[in-house]
């Protein structure tokens, strides 16, 4: 199948590698979006599509739809056509607990996931996978497992409804139909292919072999007897950085073969390290980030020191010739964060032509990060032990779709 | 409202910080002050209550003969030249909660003081004894700079000494020295009734009550050192109807107080709308998942019915 061909891994470091494990730019450039796009074989998310989902949800489409964040798709078109004529779908998401350590980058699906839920009314599947970390990042279980926990804490504080959201981790709720399902998926890939997705070798242990099912069938709704009896048609649409698009592919390719409806996808580009190298933020670099346990002082701090700025070494070079926008690191992280249009578009204005200095691009980032971090702690201030295990208990949702 | 001079006087015993106390008519300058109070005591402090341009407020406290530059010290916070000033009378008594004459480093035990920047003369250190007004001033009272950090460390607060008489270059590649110092959240403090628009003709009490809820909310807002404290009243927001519904008439309060000069009706109601829909639902969110949490709680406990 022409999957086959796309999915190879190009080990070769002057491509640009995107999977689940490593996100690196070509030549330590910038990524290649339009490139990716062709090469996985997914589609872009046009403007149409947002004036779609506008007409849809009766609202402003989300600032991560407007500004291109989430640019990519598959089959979006289809679940809206879906949704129009009454059929719902549901929404999968889901979270490697691998750090305590939460920057804003690990936000964005679940920020957009949110305004999906709300937008949409439709219920949200979380999935925890401990099971990955433990194995790929050589955590013991139960190490794995208190990281999950502390990361549904920050999950619910991005404003889910417990009503239409159930969290669960792999290692809690492996097993059951869940397992069936994953046995079903497991038998349709043969070894070859996985190892043509995912560049598994020989030298990889049999646990990350098996773990792809485990990614892959909370898209089949038979996977949640509890909350979907009885709706085996029901879609799935699944919102996630597009280095996740492989476990996916794999899974759209065995869909029919069970019976199910291919999940849809609706995929986001990858948040900038703050220095700007490379492909993406790295929880291992404490400054290459803004963590959401960041003081207002350390994001400003951070902002002024490490954002790469694209503005000219001296004032009256900058004046003249205006900042170079393309590189710059706060107008960007501006227009990932700043909701209102008008403004952006004003200082991306002044700031190219010269008339704005960076100082104060990045006093404007500051404020704007510092009120999101700062609401975002006060939720999480608000999420009990007692809340994790209501979000986590497997349990029915009888007001999902209201 | 806030602490008394008894109860500050107190709490300084209880943590044995030694001070001489004395008392005298009410003084409303150092002049008068050191009329009734001999240098041999200690050193006279001058204090001054700060604003700068973004409502952030700062006491600075000095010996008397220290040269104070507002410009130098504008600068050297990273506020530019002119930007700070003398804080409004309404704010020394919203927020350090003494009377005019009576700014003291003291104050800031005060909760409706927490984000007030305090600032100390190095020079006090050299001094034997140093003299304050214990939060009144018909009494000032003299102690030596330990006790003063002492008490500081039991509020949670680090003592803060610079050296005011510096005036180094403040510049692209010499950031502002004292820029650590501003704090990190401002202060709304609502003009008095007889200054502005038509939403305060209501009377000093009632101005006064509303101002009450921006002090206490202000516990919600993340200041650096109580953390539990921010974590125990985020709490309570989404578990208190009275709370919540204190919160989202502060924050909409607050809006109305930056926003409300002169636009006309719809346009702020409009602005309102889009300021403060996807705030209040996210806070609405939070509050239905506390309800749903207990009662889910409670239902794990609960005892099933008898036959």
Redesign the interface.
């Known amino acids: 199948m022409d999957v086959d061909k796309k999915d190879s891994i190009a080990s070769d470091s002057s491509e640009q590698v995107v999977n689940p494990w490593e996100v690196a730019a070509k030549d330590g450039g910038k990524i290649d979006y339009d490139k990716l796009i062709d090469q996985f074989g997914c589609q872009r998310l046009d403007d149409s599509l947002i004036d779609r989902v506008q007409r849809l949800t009766s609202r402003q489409p989300h600032v991560f739809l407007r500004r291109g964040v989430f640019f990519a798709h598959r089959d979006f078109n289809d679940v809206l056509d879906a949704y129009e004529r009454g059929d719902k779908f549901y929404l999968y998401t889901g979270r490697g607990p691998s750090s305590e350590a939460l920057h804003l980058g690990h936000l964005i699906p679940f920020m957009f996931t949110k305004y999906l839920q709300?937008a949409f009314k439709v219920p949200l599947v979380i999935q925890l996978t401990d099971d990955e970390k433990c194995m790929w990042k050589n955590l013991s279980v139960e190490e794995s497992q208190r990281l999950a926990r502390e990361n549904a804490k920050d999950i619910?504080?991005c404003?889910?409804?417990?009503?239409k959201t159930f969290i669960f981790s792999d290692f809690d709720y492996v097993g059951g139909a869940f397992y069936k399902n994953m046995v079903k998926v497991a038998k349709c890939v043969t070894l070859n292919k996985a190892m043509g997705i995912f560049g598994f070798s020989g030298e990889d242990h049999i646990g990350k072999l098996s773990f792809p099912p485990v990614q892959a069938f909370p898209s089949f709704p038979s996977s949640f007897p509890h909350l979907f009896p009885g709706k085996d048609k029901l879609r799935c649409l699944i919102p996630c950085a597009i280095d996740q698009d492989p476990y996916f592919r794999m899974t759209r390719d065995v869909a029919p073969r069970l019976g199910y409806s291919k999940p849809a996808l609706i995929e986001s580009s990858f948040f900038p390290a703050l220095q700007a190298k490379n492909g993406k933020m790295s929880a291992s670099d404490p400054n290459s980030a803004i963590y959401v346990t960041d003081?207002?002082?350390e994001i400003k701090n951070k902002i002024n020191r490490y954002a790469f700025s694209g503005g000219q070494d001296s004032i009256e070079k900058h004046r003249e010739i205006g900042a170079n926008l393309e590189v710059d690191i706060p107008v960007k992280y501006l227009s990932f964060f700043l909701d209102d249009d008008t403004e952006l578009e004003h200082i991306k204005k002044e700031y190219g032509e010269g008339r704005m200095l960076t100082g104060e691009v990045k006093k404007r980032l500051t404020e704007v990060l510092?009120e999101m971090v700062?609401?975002h702690?006060?939720?999480r201030?608000?999420v009990?032990d007692?809340?994790v295990?209501?979000?986590m208990?497997v349990r029915p949702l009888p007001s999902m779709f209201e | 409202m806030g602490f008394s001079k008894d109860h500050l006087l107190a709490r300084l015993q209880e943590l044995q910080i030694d001070y001489s106390k004395y008392e005298h008519p009410p003084v409303l300058t150092v002049e008068e002050q050191a009329k009734y109070v001999s240098s041999s005591e200690g050193a006279l402090s001058k204090n001054l209550f700060l604003k700068d341009k973004k409502n952030r407020y700062y006491i600075v406290s000095a010996m008397t003969d220290t040269k104070v530059d507002m410009k130098v010290l504008s600068q050297r916070l990273g506020l530019g030249k002119g930007g700070i000033r003398m804080a409004p009378e309404e704010a020394l008594s919203e927020l350090l909660q003494v009377s005019l004459g009576c700014v003291t480093p003291f104050a800031v035990v005060n909760e409706s003081a927490r984000d007030v920047s305090l600032l100390l003369d190095q020079k006090f250190k050299n001094q034997t004894r140093c003299i304050f007004h214990p939060l009144s001033n018909d009494v000032s009272i003299s102690l030596n700079t330990l006790g003063l950090d002492k008490f500081l460390q039991s509020i949670g607060r680090d003592s803060v000494y610079i050296d005011l008489e510096a005036n180094p270059v403040v510049g692209k590649d010499q950031p502002p020295d004292l820029a650590?110092y501003v704090p990190?959240?401002s202060v709304v403090v609502p003009e008095l009734p007889t200054k502005t628009a038509s939403i305060q003709t209501a009377s000093k009490n009632v101005s006064a009550e509303k101002t009450k809820p921006v002090a206490s909310a202000k516990p919600?807002?993340?200041a650096?050192n109580v953390k539990s404290a921010?974590?125990d009243s985020?709490?309570l927001?989404?578990k208190n109807p009275e709370k919540f519904v204190e919160e989202i008439l502060d924050k909409t309060t607050a809006l109305l107080l930056s926003e409300g000069k002169g636009e006309n009706v719809e346009a702020l109601a409009e602005t309102f709308r889009k300021r403060l829909t996807s705030?209040f639902?996210?806070l609405a969110?939070?509050y239905?998942?506390?309800a749903?949490?207990?009662g889910?709680?409670a239902g794990t406990q609960s005892q099933p019915k008898r036959p």
């Open positions: 709300e619910i504080a404003g889910f409804d417990v009503t003081t207002a002082k510092t700062e609401r702690r006060m939720a201030a608000a009990t007692e809340m295990d209501a979000f208990a | 650590v990190s959240n919600s807002k993340l650096g921010v974590e985020a709490l927001v989404f705030e639902t996210h969110v939070m239905k998942n506390t749903y949490s207990q889910f709680y």
